[in-house]
Each structure stands twice: as C-alpha cells, then as structure tokens.
C-alpha cells in the first residue's frame, strides 16, 4: 500500500497521559500536514511541515502539542497532559510537489477518558 | 462566522435520485476548490477538484463554482446506496507553496448523505 499511513488507528488514554501518534506520508511527498477532526465537523488545520521544517502552526495547536518530521520523511505528533478536549480523529495528510491535491491517511482516534 | 459554511443535513434520498450539495464561503482569496468524500470512521478522500469558476464533470459527479457569489455545488446524478457518506468542501488558496506556505486547506463541516435502496 503506497498510500498514507497512520498509528495507531486508535488511542485510548486517561486524562493527564502523554500520547504520540506516528504519520508515514505518501514516500515522494515532502510536505505533510497534521488535522484535527472532531464529532459532525470538518478537520482543522493544525500544522505544515516542507520537509523537515515547521513552516506553520494553528492557534489550536496549544503548548502541549508538538509535532516533528526529523528526517523529512516520517512525522509524529505528541499531546502531553491529554484534556478531554483532545479527543477527536487525528488526521495526517501529504501533498506532492505540483498539484493541490491532499492525500489523507486514515487518521487516529484519541478518546481520552 | 466560519470561513465556509455548508449544509449540514443530514440529508437523505432514494436510490437514483439527483443530490445537491452546496457550500458557501467568504475568503475571497480562495482559488481552489475540492470536494471530499468520507466514510465512516476513515480518512477523507478526494473526488472532485476545481480550479476557480466553472463546472467540471466527472461521471455522475458534476462540480460547479460561482466565484462571484462564493457558491459551489456538487451534484451526484443516479445516486447509488454506495454513496452514502459525509461530503465535505474544502478550498485554498492564496501564498505560494514554493516560498513556504501551507496552502492547508479549509473544510466545511461536512454533509451526512444516505441513499436508500
């Protein structure tokens, strides 16, 4: 399968926990992004990596959400101190060099009790 | 107000009929236009995509952009039991991705669609 993917699919942690999801983009894509879905919404923006910088972060993405792409290639994304709030579809998505087509991934689920 | 509004439904049709969904949005700076298709519990996946204003068909799928009135539609034709998903419409625009911008794109809230059999 040479699409995006995504783990784990499902993430279950109590409140207060730490927990790191792990996104593998499409190979030859170098820009990834990381959104966030919750219940009867669309995804939220929440960060854009080109290559292996940041370039660009939403306000929704608090203190306690980091996100790293250390090689370029493969991204994580960490929540430390979960909230209840948190618990939504993690979605990551790549993009090619030409086009505005994202490919998506089939996201994480985080339920935080 | 949200960037992009769109009908929330949930909508529900018999099999084989016509289905329109719309959205609306008031970023004048939008260029690009998509709409996705997702089902339950899966990631989005990309079924139209539009540049601007204008109409692009693709099998039963017509997707029409009215940039003058921040309008665009997605028409299924001979809606199938298989079609019964949320649909969301997304744009972007604006920035250059070679100088760094993330270009994201911005989604409405999605329509919940099912087509009876």
């Known amino acids: 399968d040479t699409g995006v993917s995504q783990d784990p699919r499902h993430k279950i942690t109590k409140r207060g926990q730490n927990v790191t999801f792990r996104c593998d983009p499409i190979?030859?894509?170098?820009?990834l992004y990381w959104y966030r879905q919750t219940l009867g919404q669309g995804p939220e923006f929440l960060t854009y990596?080109?290559?292996?910088?940041?370039?660009?972060k939403s306000r929704l993405l608090s203190d306690r959400f980091s996100a790293e792409r250390p090689k370029g290639s493969f991204s994580t994304l960490e929540i430390q101190r979960t909230e209840q709030g948190d618990s939504a579809m993690y979605l990551c998505?790549?993009?090619?060099?030409?086009?505005?087509?994202?490919?998506f991934g089939p996201g994480t689920r985080l339920t935080v009790t | 107000q949200k960037e992009v509004e769109q009908d929330p439904g949930p909508l529900s049709v018999p099999e084989g009929a016509i289905v329109s969904l719309n959205c609306t949005y008031s970023?004048?700076?939008?260029?690009?236009f998509m709409w996705y298709r997702q089902y339950s519990r899966k990631g989005p996946e990309l079924l139209m995509y539009?540049?601007?204003?204008g109409n692009k068909e693709d099998g039963r799928f017509t997707a029409q952009v009215d940039k003058s009135s921040k309008y665009i539609s997605l028409f299924i034709r001979d809606s199938q039991p298989s079609d019964s998903a949320t649909y969301l419409c997304?744009?972007?625009?604006?920035?250059?991705?070679?100088?760094?911008?993330?270009?994201?794109?911005?989604f409405g809230s999605g329509t919940q669609l099912t087509v009876l059999p």
């Open positions: 998505a790549s993009r090619g060099l030409v086009g505005e087509r994202l490919y």
């Open positions: 190979s030859e894509h170098n820009r």
């Open positions: 990596f080109q290559n292996e910088a940041q370039l660009e």
């Open positions: 970023n004048s700076a939008f260029q690009y």
């Open positions: 539009t540049y601007s204003s």
């Open positions: 997304a744009m972007s625009g604006g920035g250059s991705i070679s100088s760094g911008s993330a270009r994201q794109l911005t």
